[in-house]
C-alpha cells in the first residue's frame, strides 16, 4: 500500500504561534515515530506509539511540544508557542510491530519559524 | 557523548570509483544497526538493517557489514544516481527509548 504521509509539506509560521503536523502511517503499522532533523544535525527521536500503550515521551525537548496518535492510525504533533529554534525538519516514521523492527519513514514537514 | 559518528562528513567520487563509508557506535547492547539513502528534500529511504557482527547484506551496488564496534557501506562501481546522503542508526537493546539515534550521515557526490 501507500507510504507513509505527512501534513503539511512545508509550513511557515510567526514566532509564538502554535501549529500542527499530522502524520498517516502505513495502513497496518502498529508503532508511530516522531524524529526532527535540524540543519547540519542528525535526526533526534522526539516520542514513540505503539498499539495502545502510553507513548514514549522521552525526546521531546520541552512542554511545548505534544504528539497525540488516534488508535493506531493518525498521529498529530503540536509545538506550542514557537521559537525560531523549531525551525527543521519534522520526520514521521512507522513500523510493523510484532517483531519487525524497521522503520520507514515519511517525506517530513519542513518548519520555518520567522 | 555522540553514539554514532559517522565517516567522512563528505565524499566525492567519480563514477565507477568504489569505496567505503563508515559508522561507528556506542551501545551497551546492539538491536540493530540500520543504514538509510536521504536524497535532498526527502525523508530517510531504508537500505537495510543489520543484527549481528559479521552479518552482510548486499543490494545492488551496496553492501553493508558489521562489526561489534561499526558498520561499512561498501559502494562498488557508483554510478551519479547514488549520490545522496547515506545515514547509519542503531536501535539499543535492553529497554530504553525505542527510537533510533541517528549518526549526522555521510553525504556523497558521484561525479560523471
Known amino acids: 500500500g501507500a507510504g507513509v504521509s505527512q501534513s503539511p509539506s512545508n509550513k511557515v509560521t510567526e514566532k509564538g504561534k502554535d501549529v500542527e503536523l499530522r502524520c498517516d502511517p502505513i495502513?497496518?503499522?502498529?508503532?508511530l515515530y516522531w524524529y526532527r532533523q535540524r540543519l547540519g544535525q542528525g535526526l533526534e527521536f522526539l516520542i514513540y506509539?505503539?498499539?495502545?500503550?502510553?507513548?514514549?515521551k522521552s525526546g521531546l525537548p520541552s512542554d511545548r511540544f505534544s504528539a497525540e496518535r488516534t488508535g493506531e492510525s493518525v498521529s498529530t504533533l503540536t509545538i506550542q508557542r514557537t521559537q525560531q529554534e523549531d525551525s527543521a525538519v519534522y520526520l514521521c516514521?512507522?513500523?510493523?510491530?510484532?517483531?519487525?523492527?524497521?522503520?520507514?519513514f515519511g517525506p517530513g514537514t519542513r518548519l520555518l519559524v520567522l | 557523548e555522540d553514539q554514532v559518528t559517522q565517516s567522512p562528513e563528505a565524499l566525492r567520487l567519480q563514477e565507477g570509483e568504489s569505496s567505503s563509508l563508515n559508522c561507528s557506535y556506542t551501545v551497551s547492547g546492539l538491536r540493530g544497526l540500520f543504514w538509510y539513502r536521504q536524497d535532498p528534500g526527502k525523508g530517510p529511504e531504508f537500505l537495510f538493517t543489520l543484527y549481528s557482527a559479521g552479518e552482510e547484506k548486499e543490494k545492488e551496488r551496496l553492501k553493508a557489514t558489521l562489526t561489534k564496534k561499526e558498520s561499512f557501506l561498501h559502494i562498488t562501481a557508483p554510478k551519479p544516481e547514488d549520490s545522496a546522503t547515506y545515514l547509519c542508526a542503531v536501535q539499543e537493546s535492553g529497554g530504553g527509548a525505542d527510537g533510533l539515534t541517528f549518526g549526522k550521515g555521510t553525504h556523497l557526490i558521484i561525479q560523471p
Open positions: 506509539f505503539q498499539g495502545n500503550s502510553a507513548p514514549d
Open positions: 516514521a512507522s513500523r510493523m510491530g510484532g517483531g519487525g523492527e524497521t522503520q520507514y
Open positions: 495502513s497496518g503499522h502498529t508503532a
